[in-house]
């Protein structure tokens, strides 16, 4: 079974500061990576996606992520953090049977903090 | 209006009480989920379904059941609620044979009492 794992389950920072959180995958094949942002009271939306191509996608509202293949890793990033990042970030990864995409399998969650 | 809706958005109850909670979707998508959603934990699936006629267990199924009563309506079921089904459930939708991008409902908060 496919698992996902995020260092990272607090962080805090400050406006301006620059953000990186760590994920990481163990699925060994072909994989399509995710991250996804919850803010406070809402559902989740997508940051931004790796299907295949130039390892480093780039998302909304400024995220980026690169995807390492030999380290299987998909890190997201972010130069300059504002008050309004503050949410919960989950990465996930497709899981995949003979017929397509069965559905994503989610890491635990980074609860980001941005203090103003 | 949100593409993807979730009925009830909150609801309390009590221990061994019979909940379902609702989901349509208007993006004419094949397939759609059922997670939820613990502090800590993450997502967890709990059954997805390809076609009306297609079923699949999650990784947590034990306790729930579901329907899709069509092809834009999926609903899940908790036959005898416990308090350890206190949790936010999210349902989701995707496209066969595409990527695996999921876009999700809003969200129902279930707190068993």
């Known amino acids: 079974a496919q698992s996902v794992s995020q260092h990272n389950h607090h962080v805090i920072l400050s406006e301006a500061a620059s953000l990186e959180l760590g994920c990481n995958y163990s699925?060994?094949?072909?994989?399509?990576l995710f991250w996804y942002v919850q803010y406070p009271g809402q559902h989740l939306q997508l940051l931004l996606k790796?299907?295949?191509?130039?390892?480093l996608v780039k998302g909304i509202k400024g995220f980026e992520a690169e995807f390492i293949k030999s380290k299987f890793s998909f890190n997201l990033r972010k130069p300059s953090v504002q008050w309004s990042d503050t949410a919960e970030y989950f990465c996930?990864?497709?899981?995949?049977?003979?017929?397509?995409?069965?559905?994503?399998?989610f890491g635990k969650g980074t609860h980001l903090i941005i203090q103003p | 209006d949100a593409d993807v809706t979730q009925t009830p958005r909150n609801r309390i109850t009590k221990t061994g009480k019979r909940i379902m909670l609702e989901c349509s979707q208007t993006?004419?998508?094949?397939?759609m989920y059922w997670y939820r959603q613990d502090p800590g934990l993450g997502l967890r699936l709990i059954y997805y379904?390809?076609?009306?006629?297609?079923?699949n267990k999650g990784e947590i199924s034990d306790g729930y059941s579901v329907s899709r009563q069509a092809q834009a309506k999926f609903s899940l079921s908790l036959e005898s609620a416990i308090p350890n089904q206190t949790a936010l459930y999210f349902c989701?939708?995707?496209?066969?044979?595409?990527?695996?991008?999921?876009?999700f409902g809003e969200g129902s908060r279930l707190t068993v009492l």
């Open positions: 989701a939708t995707s496209v066969e044979r595409q990527n695996g991008e999921l876009f």
């Open positions: 699925y060994g094949g072909t994989v399509n």
């Open positions: 790796y299907f295949s191509g130039d390892p």
């Open positions: 996930a990864v497709s899981s995949y049977s003979g017929g397509g995409a069965d559905g994503l399998t």
């Open positions: 993006k004419g998508h094949d397939r």
């Open positions: 379904s390809f076609d009306v006629k297609d079923i």
